[in-house]
């Protein structure tokens, strides 16, 4: 398979979401008791330095230079995913991640449900996985199958077949910092796959602003738009919130709710009592399949 730098990605929500453990409970804004035994070593090293406040501070004022508000929206759409998938959880049959990457949230699932989670991403991170699955929990828990697939070359809906999804299964869909990442083309054919799925379904997606995208409005984040769109074009795809209950009814599916900066800030921030900001520049989507 031809190297594809987006698959590096999977590894940054990880080490943001592992040091938000470093905070008292009380102050974090995601939960996640595996993400640090999920990383790497050298990673691993990274986060544990951060035990001490100063530094901790430091690497979220870092991240806040190159994308203001960004630590808040992917700590946050974390949680969001996490409490709209326990809600959901006693009517779907099945739970299915596009662009899982390093995510553990099938093998906490497997704690409490025997739900089957497909974990779905490019075959480089498909590998890193596997092996990461085996250092940290010894084997994989049988509910939970990684399947190997290129949005862009694959067809999804004859993997995920062969992996074992039954389409007629009520189905959560978790589409998590990955729709930037696709060209048009690939977002549109993973939409016209989810149009065939089961009445009473569910999906959460984020999407990039697209008038970031195309550069009209940087949100203040010009840093994130030097290493995502001039210097790499790693994301290519973008969407307005304005037109996502249209975006998605054309697919055959009715937005409930969407998370932006606001949400975050009341739901998320605020009660945790920390001193950040949220961003425009990512949304979450929440739907359900009619
Ligand atoms: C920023 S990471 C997000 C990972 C995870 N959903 C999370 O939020 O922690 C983007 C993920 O999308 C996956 N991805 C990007 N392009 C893809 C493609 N063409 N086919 C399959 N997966 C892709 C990458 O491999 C990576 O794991």
Redesign the pocket.
Known sequence: MAH?P??Q??F???VLTAVEQREAPERRLVNDDLAFAFLPAGLRAVVSATRLGLLRRLMIGATERSGPGLWVNLACR?QFIDEKLDDALPGIDAVVIL?????TRPYRLARRSDVPVYG???PV?IGRKEAVVRRVLGQAPPSVRLVP????TDDLAAELARAGHRGDQRTFFIA???TQ??TAD?VRTTFEYLRAAAPGSRLVFTYVRRDFIDGTNMYGARSAYRRFREKTQLWQFGLDPAEISSFVAEYGWRLIEQAGPDYFLRHYVGPAGRNLTASQLEWTAYAEKT
């Open positions: 594809n987006a698959a990605t999977a940054g929500p990880m974390k662009g899982a990457g390093m995510d779905v991403d490019l991170n697939v290129d949005f862009e998590e910092g990955v990442y696709l690939a």
